[in-house]
């Protein structure tokens, strides 16, 4: 009787054990983890910028590459989606997104709004409405983005001539940093948008 009760006695104690290491596993998955996630997700602005400007364009990147990601794959179906008669289309919030941020290239770097030919070519993608359902259709996805990766070039080397000085100066209102802000979550909300749509377009 006796052994019987040492031997349940020892098992509980090897469970005890067992328990410990195995939470002292655990946390050391779960330390490393967060560890490896800190490293990759740091915000390290390039030496190619001022401190502050460099830390805005990793955030731009990082979310033009995210918003690429969702909807890079889809055909040319997806791309034309229209969820119902006020929507616009995917392919159009991403030319949306790229004739914004040309907007608020001219704004910064040049002080003006968009001239004549700038109008011609962004305003359609910058009001979108019906005007923007009936003509922004009918090309690729790639055609978006490729759009897409010219304006952000343009911004990035524009945005190495400048300094964190000229960043935080107003500019009719409102700071150049703060314009720039604006762009980011401007295109950060879209992205929820693209996420929406991209669930629901139709599955190839």
């Known amino acids: 009787m006796l052994s019987g009760r040492y031997l349940h006695f020892s098992s509980i104690i090897l469970d005890v054990i067992n328990g410990l290491k195995m939470r002292k596993i655990l946390l050391l998955l779960v330390l490393g983890v967060s560890f490896t996630l800190q490293a990759q997700y740091a915000i390290e602005p390039s030496k190619d910028y001022s401190h502050d400007i460099g830390n805005m364009v990793v955030m731009l990147d990082n979310l033009k590459a995210r918003i690429e990601y969702l909807v890079k794959d889809i055909n040319q179906e997806q791309t034309d ?6 929507a616009n ?6 030319y949306h997104l790229v004739a914004t941020e040309a907007y608020y290239q001219a ?9 004549k030919d700038e109008r011609e070519k962004w305003e359609v993608a910058l009001n979108l409405g019906q005007e923007g359902r009936d003509k922004l259709q009918g090309k690729p996805i790639k055609y978006y983005l490729n759009i897409f990766d010219d304006v952000r070039t343009k911004t ?6 400048k300094d964190d000085v000229w960043f935080a100066e107003d500019n009719g ?6 314009a720039w802000f604006h762009v980011m979550e401007h295109q950060a909300n879209h992205m929820g948008q693209l996420a929406f749509l991209t669930k629901r377009m139709p599955k190839k």
């Not at 289309?89 to 991403?94: H, K, Q």
């Not at 704004?107 to 001239?115: D, L, V």
């Open 81 to 86: 989606f229209l969820i119902d008669d006020n």
């Open 89 to 94: 289309r995917i392919g159009a919030i991403i």
């Open 173 to 178: 209102g409102m700071t150049n940093h703060f």
């Open 156 to 161: 990035k080397e524009k945005l190495k001539d």
């Open 107 to 115: 704004y910064t770097f040049e002080k003006r709004k968009f001239n």
